[in-house]
Each structure stands twice: as structure tokens, then as C-alpha cells.
């Protein structure tokens, strides 16, 4: 939900009361700020949005309501929440705009500032709801599409034609089993591994061919399975510097979060890393891929599917092109890590990691960035 930070109760009074032709809103305490959301505006967008109307007309009432602070905050977030997901799945980046701030005129004099919220174009907003809402529309997408035959997440539509065009010729290479076994089994906790070093957590891999002459010194010092590359590969990906929760395990991620050893156990679930260190990555695969070599090594693990090198490039592709990466936020950062998720879908632009080092020294611990630290938009607090 939208989660505002509050200014404290005490000499902040709200006076909330109904215009006579519109939505009058004003702070109380040593600054008063009045907003207006003339009713016209409301009943225009009820006409526009006729599935958000009862929510919208409810969150008006809400923010006119005498009911204690906190519940009424409770109620406003809550209401606002519902909105925005359902905006989420309109067909253009305007629609979402439209009503993102009407909901934040609606809102604005909750916000501790008591000033305007910055006017966010409608590709920022696209944005802002993609890092809210497309993890898990993502997830329920993969579960779904083989029944609805729905070719997108409803929420990207809105990036246009030629991306759409793109994901659906990229996300078709990803055949169903692929993904279901691999992305899938990591919100189920079950952690599909290939080699040595790939997979969510290499520790527990089971590759009894990679041994003797089946093994060799990968280009980070660590040993890697003799194959056409991709242990190697993965054994690089490792060494970011720093990685973040997006998809907790059933046991919950956030008992080890912070600094951890890299022969901690518990490392499960769905991890994002520096948008950097991801796309060298997706560049050592596209070069792996298309290299004209069969890529047939089998690390003998029991599951044969998983355990050849073509199936795990395959599997390594559609991970990456699904799941977010973290990206440093423009000055000034409104969170102590300074970063955001970021959709790539393949599509990487050469970058650094901010402040932070993309990688470490195979010995060195990983910081592990709390999601909540992980800002969402620049100006915008995290939902």
C-alpha cells in the first residue's frame, strides 16, 4: 500500500470538510495549505474509469471523514492501493498518470510536506506502478497463460507496440516447462540448481560430474564445471556486491538480512542484483548462445532436464529477462540504500552501481539491502 511517512500528530491538525462545489482540503498547524479537487474532476473521472469509480468516490469519503488518525490513514492507503493496482492494467502510461494524481490530489494533505506532490510524467508513473505491482502480476501471469493464453502482463501493454512485439517473441522462446521449473520453483522454494555455481543457492548443487577431469579453474579463481562456459558465467554473477529480497522463500528471507557470509546458509527465494553485474551477464549468455557450439555438458544431477548446459542457458535467459535489477536512484536518493528495481527485459544500457562496488572479492560478504530500502521513485515513498 502507499505508505506515507507522517509528521507528528501533536500541533498538526487536518480540517476536512466538503466544498460546495468540489473536494476542499485543508492542513491545519502553523502552515495551512488549502487543495481543491473541484467534483467536476471526480465525476469526470468516474465517467472515465467507470471500474475505479466506487473506490475513487470511497477514498473522497474517506479523506472527508473525523474518524481518528490513524484509522483514517489505514483506510486511505488501503483505498488508494486498490486503486492504483487496477490502474495499473489500463492500456496507456496516460490513463495511469490520470489517476495516480488524482488520487494524490485526493491524498495530498496526508503527505507530511503539505505541499503539491511533483507532477510525474506518465512514463515515470509507468514506472513507479511497475515497481509496485508487475512482480506479482508477473508471477500470476506464468501460472495463468497456459489456460488464458494471455501473451503479456496486462500492466506492460502500456510500454506500446514494438515492446510488445518484443516480449511476446522473447517470452515464446521460454517454453513453459522451462519456466515453470525454474522461475517458478523459486516461489516455491525449491531451488533449481546446474553446476557448481548456478542457481539460488550454489551451496546445495548436486553436480557429481563436475569433478576430476570435469572441472577447471573458472576466471574468478573459483572452480567451475568444465563445460562450454555458463558454470563460469554464473560463478561471476555471484560476486555482485550487493543483492536485495524481491520474492522472500516460505521461511522468510528477512532472517538473514544485512551482511552475510558467502557460506551462509538460507539464501533462498527470488534475489535482485546491480542492473550492472546482470547485464554482463545477459551479455555472456547472448554470446554463449550464439556461439554455434552444442551445448550438451550434463552435470549429472538426477534432474536431466535441468542439468544440461542448453537447458540452463535457456532457463538463465528467462530469469533474467523477468526479474527486476537494482539501479542507483538520481540524486538526492529519498532512502538510506539509494537504489530502485528496475525492469530491463533484456534491454541493458552499460551503468555503474552508484556508491557502492558491482562486485566483490570471492571471500568478501554480500550486503543484502532490505526490499523496504529499495525506493521505488525518486520523490515517492515506498508503497
Known amino acids: 500500500m502507499v505508505r506515507y511517512h507522517f509528521a ?74 486498490s486503486i492504483l493496482r487496477k490502474a495499473f492494467d489500463l492500456p496507456t502510461s496516460a490513463q495511469k498518470a490520470m489517476v495516480y494524481h488524482l488520487v494524490n490530489e485526493v491524498t495530498t494533505p496526508m503527505l507530511m510536506s503539505m505541499e503539491e506532490p511533483a ?20 508471477e500470476e501471469w506464468l501460472q495463468t497463460a497456459p489456460t488464458t493464453g494471455a501473451t503479456m502482463p496486462l500492466g506492460l501493454v502500456a510500454r506500446g507496440q514494438e515492446f510488445q512485439a518484443r516480449f511476446e517473441q522473447t517470452s515464446s ?11 517458478s520453483s523459486y516461489l516455491k522454494n525449491r531451488n533449481p540448481t546446474y553446476g557448481l555455481h548456478c542457481g539460488a543457492s550454489p551451496l546445495d548443487a548436486t553436480a557429481p560430474n563436475c569433478k576430476g577431469v570435469n572441472i577447471t579453474m573458472g576466471t574468478t579463481g573459483e572452480l567451475v564445471c568444465k563445460d562450454h562456459g555458463l558454470d563460469d558465467l ?48 545477459w551479455q555472456g549468455l547472448k554470446d554463449l548462445h550464439e556461439s554455434g557450439q552444442t551445448l550438451d555438458f550434463y552435470d549429472g ?3 536431466t532436464f535441468q542439468g544440461v548446459e542448453a537447458t ?23 532512502t538510506s540504500s539509494g537504489l530502485k528495481w528496475s525492469f530491463k527485459f533484456g534491454q541493458y544500457a552499460p551503468s555503474d552501481c552508484g556508491s557502492r562496488e558491482c562486485y566483490r572479492h570471492p571471500r568478501e560478504a554480500v550486503e543484502v539491502v532490505r526490499p523496504d530500502e529499495v525506493e521505488i521513485h525518486p520523490g515517492v515513498t515506498l508503497f
Not at 41 to 55: E, V
Not at 119 to 124: G, M, Q, W
Not at 173 to 183: D, I, K, L
Not at 314 to 332: D, G, H, K, Q, R
Request: hydrophobic share 40%; aromatic share 10%.
Open 301 to 303: 544431477q538426477p534432474d
Open 119 to 138: 507532477r510525474l510524467t506518465a512514463h515515470e508513473v509507468q514506472e513507479l506502478l511497475e515497481q509496485r505491482f508487475l512482480g506479482s502480476e508477473i
Open 8 to 81: 507528528p500528530i501533536l500541533g498538526l491538525v487536518f480540517l476536512i470538510f466538503p466544498g460546495a462545489t468540489g473536494l476542499h482540503l485543508q492542513s491545519g498547524g502553523d502552515k495551512k495549505e488549502t487543495f481543491w479537487v473541484p467534483q467536476k474532476s471526480i465525476d469526470a473521472f468516474a465517467a472515465d474509469f467507470p471500474d475505479l469509480a466506487p473506490d475513487m468516490y470511497r477514498l473522497v469519503e474517506a479523506s472527508k471523514s473525523s474518524s481518528l488518525f490513524r484509522t483514517k490513514t489505514s483506510l486511505l492507503t488501503g483505498l488508494s492501493e
Open 173 to 183: 522462446t521460454c517454453h513453459y516447462s522451462v519456466v515453470t521449473e525454474g522461475v
Open 234 to 281: 554464473c560463478a561471476h554473477h555471484d560476486l555482485r556486491a550487493f543483492d536485495a529480497v524481491f520474492v522472500p522463500n516460505e521461511i522468510s528471507d528477512f532472517q538473514v538480512l544485512g551482511w552475510h557470509q558467502p557460506e551462509d546458509p538460507g539464501l533462498h527465494g527470488v534475489r535482485t542484483q546491480p542492473c550492472e553485474v546482470d547485464r554482463q551477464f
Open 312 to 334: 540452463a542457458v535457456e532457463a538463465s535467459f528467462c530469469y533474467l529477462f523477468l526479474i527486476p535489477c537494482l539501479e542507483p536512484t538520481p540524486a538526492p536518493a529519498y
